[in-house]
């Protein structure tokens, strides 16, 4: 069964700060993605980053990084320089390619940048 | 281009109304989803569609119906609306369906049942 965990409910950053927001995740299946997923206080689902399971680099998209340590099943999100637009909700999600089609998403972690 | 579009944003309804909730996109994705997410929980997967004319149940599909109506749109309905259905619901959207493949998620419908 699949499973993301993020054990940070939420987080206070100084501004222009790099912050790094936890997930770890357990499947079975050897071929997977991990996406990372923003939710502003409007409400709507942004995509930000995604890294597949045989990626050999982290993935990368402009402030947005993915530490991606396969051993230890974890899928962290780093942002460099952050700014107050980078308040919102941070979802991590997993989805195996093979025969499933689901989405799972972890609980997300609230960020709030502090000016 | 729109993207995902959903209607409506908001709604009440009384414990036992029905409603059809609508989603429509404009990318010719093949697969679209339903989700629903609740106050300290991630986004949770009712049913999807991986092809037109295919439905599957997801992790969430008791109380729910759905329709493929065609490549562009894909309605959930609550046939008895109770309160555990009041969430807020997010139709997403994708290219295919196995593999590597970013959803497109819709701006949400806020559904309160009283």
């Known amino acids: 069964a699949q499973k993301i965990t993020q054990t940070q409910p939420g987080m206070f950053v100084q501004e222009k700060e790099a912050v790094t927001l936890d997930c770890t995740y357990d499947?079975?299946?050897?071929?997977?993605?991990l996406f990372w997923y923003k939710q502003p206080s409007s409400g709507e689902m942004i995509f930000l980053i995604y890294?597949?399971?045989?990626?050999?680099q982290n993935a990368t998209e402009g402030r947005y990084s993915l530490n991606f340590q396969k051993a230890r099943k974890s899928a962290n999100l780093v942002i460099s320089a952050s700014h107050l637009g980078d308040s919102a909700m941070y979802f991590c999600a997993m989805r195996e390619f093979y025969g499933n089609e689901k989405l799972t998403f972890g609980t997300g972690t609230r960020l709030t940048i502090i000016p | 281009n729109a993207g995902v579009t959903q209607t409506p944003k908001f709604q009440v309804l009384k414990t036992g109304q029905s409603m059809t909730l609508q989603c429509a996109q404009d990318?010719?994705?093949?697969?679209m989803y339903w989700y629903r997410q609740d106050p300290g929980m991630g986004l949770r997967l009712i049913y999807y569609s991986a092809s037109e004319g295919t439905t599957d149940k997801g992790e969430v599909p008791n109380g729910y119906n759905v329709s493929r109506l065609n490549k562009r749109e894909f309605s959930l309905r609550l046939e008895s609306a109770a309160p555990s259905q009041t969430s807020v619901y997010f139709c997403?959207?994708?290219?295919?369906?196995?593999?590597?493949?970013?959803?497109?998620f819709g701006p949400g419908t806020r559904l309160t049942v009283l």
């Open positions: 499947t079975s299946d050897p071929s997977y993605g």
């Open positions: 990318m010719n994705h093949n697969s």
């Open positions: 890294q597949g399971s045989y990626d050999q």
């Open positions: 997403a959207s994708s290219e295919r369906a196995a593999g590597y493949n970013e959803q497109f």
